[in-house]
């Protein structure tokens, strides 16, 4: 990586790059072991040197960069690398000054092309007092050279880093750069039994690669452990346990190439999400279901040979030891219907924790994860609807505030989609997708956010929930910051699935009535509709008889209950309960008639060939001899009391009555619910 433009000596850029690679301080076969490179590789050194310099001549010609051009000068650089992991993390601290008398509002960075093209994560921001902790917007430009093929500029990507005011003449500034980048690490050797150790190369420059010359640099290289197969050596070159200095190095001249190359031990996890698709559903009733597919490998040296799972249960640090067996997701803190698993149903081998600050989730696949290994997974959880969503003071829209990349820190997804679901009638969307997550030009490294809508369908929905779609390509951890959607939504949109079912069940039951009345018999003379009509007056005759025989049961309650008002009263009731017993006789004719006038109807309808008016006709028979006995007891305890007998004398007289009605009282009802049945 480099910083700006030198207008001042291109040829001497050259000369000392050439020196670099092919001089008596590189070239193949020295003496020197930390000067022992492979001639390919200075060969492309030389190659990647000579685009830098090519392209930093070429900035004369182009006036975007004109800005950038001046007499700067790196004073100090401190530089380090993070290799303790999958990721190469690298953190640089420039203190630049201005030695021209023009003013300077631009900076150019540099990367050879294959950094820049897994670079994932970048953030430049000014450092010391002056920094104000806000990154520096950054746009990719594209230098060419006056009078030489711009094919020659294609080793290296600049980035032109817009300062907030221009460095004056003699001015000075802090710069801090922060880059993390994917695959940069080559698995040597790239296939390891389950008892190998996992060895990675490493590729870099000794020095820091930049087009303006530098006083004083340090590099510190951080590892994974101690273990160090080989490393090159630029002198002054140090290293005490997992740490490798490089440095101090003085008066570095302009884009000073010498080859850095680190075999080490690196049992890290090397988990690589090839895809990731998070579904986010906001509901309006109170909750955000938030559904996360996971598609992962691992990334490192491959598996050959067998597995043997009781090797790698009885000496878990030596047998598989690059392998992983679990990882740890860090949710929201109030996530709640936490849920974890695959195609085969839930997996129970996971833990979940929490407290008021997060939620961690362990998840442990059905398998160790082995080198090229892969497994699909899904993870699930509920989040309360005012932890997201919140009501803007500006426009006074809904703002769904959500997390953006995975919540695994230790693994990098390589395609990352993310559906936010709104509610149905919700409208007026707006996505504000931060600058830490675009690519060159928003400053965030990798690729930029691609953004899309469309329209999702769901159980009640009438036209649609939007969905606003986010993806990205190398998403690593730094890319997990919060990201918004704002839109419109009516309190009244709420109401659309609740009339919606009321309007579907109302609409069921009309449909069960009309049915139920409707005729839909094509021919009415068919045997089929004769039939059915003649059962269906049979039965309406059946249950109106049955309703006037229940009735004229009635009135024989009602004569027993004013026999009891008589036996309470005595003498002084005789005239009360004889004047009950007309209206009922009276009444008992008037149904005796319409009963007739039923059984005459079930007899046209077709009753006597289902035998039904002959159980009819027995019912009836019953119970006209039951309304005899009641009348007969009503009559001989009246005449009892008015001849003043004893109570005793009136029971006598009425007991065997009493006797027969009490059978006739069973025999009716029981015949009844037969007739019923």
Same mark, same amino acid.
């Given at each position: 990586?480099?910083?700006?433009?030198?207008?001042?000596?291109?040829?001497?850029?050259?000369?000392?790059?050439?020196?670099? $690679? /092919?001089?008596?301080?590189?070239?193949?076969?020295?003496?020197?072991?930390?000067?022992? $490179?492979?001639?390919?590789?200075?060969?492309?050194?030389?190659?990647?040197?000579?685009?830098?310099?090519?392209?930093?001549?070429?900035?004369?010609?182009?006036?975007?960069?004109?800005?950038?051009?001046?007499?700067?000068?790196?004073?100090?650089?401190?530089?380090?690398?993070?290799?303790?992991?999958?990721?190469?993390?690298?953190?640089?601290?420039?203190?630049? %000054?201005?030695?021209?008398?023009?003013?300077?509002?631009?900076?150019?960075?540099?990367?050879?092309?294959?950094?820049?093209?897994?670079?994932?994560?970048?953030?430049?921001?000014?450092?010391?007092?002056?920094?104000?902790?806000?990154?520096?917007? $950054?746009?990719?430009?594209?230098?060419?050279?006056?009078?030489?093929?711009?094919?020659?500029?294609?080793?290296?990507?600049?980035?032109?880093?817009?300062?907030?005011?221009?460095?004056?003449?003699?001015?000075?500034?802090?710069?801090?750069?922060?880059?993390?980048?994917?695959?940069?690490?080559?698995?040597?050797?790239?296939?390891?039994?389950?008892?190998?150790?996992?060895?990675?190369?490493?590729?870099?420059?000794?020095?820091?690669?930049?087009?303006? =010359?530098?006083?004083?640099?340090?590099?510190?290289?951080?590892?994974?452990?101690?273990?160090?197969?080989?490393?090159?050596?630029?002198?002054?070159?140090?290293?005490?346990?997992?740490?490798?200095?490089?440095? *101090?190095?003085?008066?570095?001249?302009?884009?000073?190439?010498?080859?850095?190359?680190?075999?080490?031990?690196?049992?890290?996890?090397?988990?690589?999400?090839?895809?990731?698709?998070?579904?986010?559903?906001?509901?309006?009733?109170?909750?955000?279901?938030?559904? %996360?597919?996971?598609?992962?490998?691992?990334?490192?040296?491959?598996?050959?040979?067998? /597995?043997?799972?009781?090797?790698?249960?009885?000496?878990?640090?030596?047998?598989?030891?690059?392998? /992983?067996?679990?990882?740890?997701?860090?949710?929201?803190?109030?996530?709640?219907?936490?849920?974890?698993?695959?195609?085969?149903?839930?997996?129970?081998?996971?833990?979940?924790?929490?407290?008021?600050?997060?939620?961690?989730?362990?998840?442990?696949?059905?398998?160790?994860?082995?080198?090229?290994?892969?497994?699909?997974?899904?993870?699930?959880?509920?989040?309360?609807?005012?932890?997201?969503?919140?009501?803007?003071?500006?426009?006074?829209?809904?703002?769904?505030?959500?997390?953006?990349?995975?919540?695994?820190?230790?693994?990098?997804?390589?395609?990352?989609?993310?559906?936010?679901?709104?509610?149905?009638?919700?409208?007026?969307?707006?996505?504000?997708?931060?600058?830490?997550?675009?690519?060159?030009?928003?400053?965030?490294?990798?690729?930029?956010?691609?953004? *899309?809508?469309?329209?999702?369908?769901?159980?009640?929905?009438?036209?649609?929930?939007?969905?606003?779609?986010?993806?990205?390509?190398?998403?690593?951890?730094?890319?997990?910051?919060?990201?918004?959607?704002?839109?419109?939504?009516?309190?009244?949109?709420?109401?659309?699935? =609740?009339?919606?079912?009321?309007?579907?069940?109302?609409?069921?039951?009309?449909?069960?009535?009309?049915?139920?009345?409707?005729?839909?018999?094509?021919?009415?003379?068919?045997?089929?509709?004769?039939?059915?009509?003649?059962?269906?007056?049979?039965?309406?005759?059946?249950?109106?008889?049955?309703?006037?025989?229940?009735?004229?049961?009635?009135?024989?309650?009602?004569?027993?209950?004013?026999?009891?008002?008589?036996?309470?009263?005595?003498?002084?009731?005789?005239?009360?309960?004889?004047?009950?017993?007309? =209206?009922?006789?009276?009444?008992?004719?008037?149904?005796?008639?319409?009963?007739?006038?039923?059984?005459?109807?079930?007899?046209?309808?077709?009753?006597?060939?289902?035998?039904?008016?002959?159980?009819?006709?027995?019912?009836?028979?019953?119970?006209?001899?039951?309304?005899?006995?009641?009348?007969?007891?009503?009559?001989?305890?009246? %005449?009892?009391?008015?001849?003043?007998?004893?109570?005793?004398?009136?029971?006598?007289?009425?007991?065997?009555?009493?006797?027969?009605?009490?059978?006739?009282?069973?025999?009716?009802?029981?015949?009844?619910?037969?007739?019923?049945?």
């Amino acid at each position: 990586m480099g910083y700006g433009v030198e207008m001042g000596r291109p040829p001497a850029v050259v000369a000392v790059a050439m020196e670099a $690679v /092919f001089g008596s301080r590189g070239r193949c076969g020295s003496s020197s072991h930390h000067r022992r $490179v492979f001639c390919s590789a200075n060969v492309l050194l030389f190659a990647l040197a000579l685009c830098a310099v090519t392209a930093a001549a070429a900035a004369t010609a182009v006036g975007d960069t004109s800005s950038a051009v001046g007499k700067l000068i790196n004073t100090r650089i401190d530089r380090r690398i993070d290799l303790s992991t999958q990721f190469v993390k690298l953190y640089v601290t420039a203190k630049m %000054e201005n030695e021209g008398s023009a003013e300077v509002s631009e900076i150019l960075l540099a990367l050879p092309n294959q950094q820049a093209e897994r670079l994932a994560y970048r953030t430049v921001k000014i450092g010391g007092n002056d920094g104000g902790g806000a990154a520096l917007p $950054v746009s990719a430009v594209v230098p060419a050279i006056s009078g030489v093929d711009p094919a020659l500029s294609k080793g290296i990507t600049f980035f032109a880093v817009s300062l907030p005011s221009p460095l004056k003449s003699g001015g000075s500034l802090t710069l801090e750069i922060h880059c993390v980048f994917t695959r940069l690490l080559e698995p040597y050797p790239a296939e390891i039994s389950q008892q190998d150790p996992q060895l990675v190369l490493y590729h870099d420059n000794h020095y820091f690669l930049s087009v303006y =010359p530098t006083k004083t640099q340090v590099t510190k290289v951080s590892l994974f452990s101690p273990g160090v197969e080989s490393y090159t050596k630029e002198e002054p070159t140090r290293k005490r346990d997992n740490e490798i200095t490089y440095g *101090f190095y003085h008066n570095t001249q302009p884009l000073a190439i010498s080859p850095m190359r680190i075999h080490y031990e690196n049992l890290a996890k090397f988990a690589v999400i090839s895809n990731l698709v998070r579904e986010m559903e906001v509901s309006p009733w109170g909750s955000v279901t938030v559904k %996360e597919d996971y598609v992962i490998y691992n990334g490192g040296a491959k598996h050959k040979g067998t /597995f043997s799972r009781l090797d790698y249960q009885l000496r878990p640090g030596a047998s598989g030891a690059a392998s /992983f067996r679990r990882l740890f997701a860090t949710l929201p803190p109030r996530a709640f219907d936490v849920y974890y698993r695959d195609e085969i149903g839930n997996i129970s081998s996971s833990l979940l924790r929490g407290d008021s600050k997060k939620t961690e989730l362990e998840v442990e696949p059905r398998f160790p994860m082995l080198g090229g290994w892969k497994v699909a997974f899904t993870i699930g959880y509920k989040l309360p609807l005012e932890d997201c969503v919140s009501v803007s003071k500006e426009d006074g829209r809904r703002v769904l505030t959500m997390p953006f990349g995975t919540p695994f820190e230790d693994a990098y997804v390589e395609d990352l989609t993310v559906e936010v679901a709104l509610p149905e009638g919700a409208a007026d969307m707006e996505p504000v997708v931060p600058a830490a997550l675009q690519g060159a030009a928003g400053g965030g490294g990798g690729g930029d956010v691609s953004v *899309f809508l469309s329209v999702k369908h769901a159980m009640l929905d009438i036209t649609g929930r939007p969905v606003i779609v986010l993806k990205k390509t190398n998403v690593v951890a730094e890319h997990n910051v919060a990201f918004q959607v704002k839109y419109n939504f009516a309190a009244i949109s709420m109401l659309r699935k =609740p009339l919606l079912l009321i309007s579907a069940v109302g609409a069921f039951f009309l449909a069960c009535m009309v049915y139920a009345r409707a005729d839909f018999t094509i021919s009415k003379s068919s045997p089929a509709y004769v039939a059915r009509k003649q059962r269906e007056e049979v039965i309406d005759a059946v249950q109106k008889v049955r309703a006037v025989l229940k009735s004229r049961v009635g009135l024989t309650r009602y004569l027993e209950a004013s026999l009891k008002e008589l036996t309470r009263k005595g003498e002084e009731g005789v005239a009360e309960c004889k004047a009950v017993r007309a =209206p009922v006789e009276e009444k008992l004719k008037e149904t005796a008639k319409s009963i007739k006038s039923l059984v005459d109807r079930l007899e046209s309808s077709g009753g006597r060939s289902i035998g039904l008016v002959a159980k009819v006709k027995d019912i009836i028979a019953k119970e006209k001899e039951l309304q005899t006995q009641a009348v007969q007891k009503h009559v001989a305890m009246v %005449e009892g009391y008015e001849r003043k007998l004893a109570p005793r004398e009136i029971d006598q007289r009425v007991e065997k009555i009493q006797q027969r009605l009490t059978a006739l009282m069973t025999e009716v009802r029981d015949l009844l619910q037969a007739l019923d049945e």
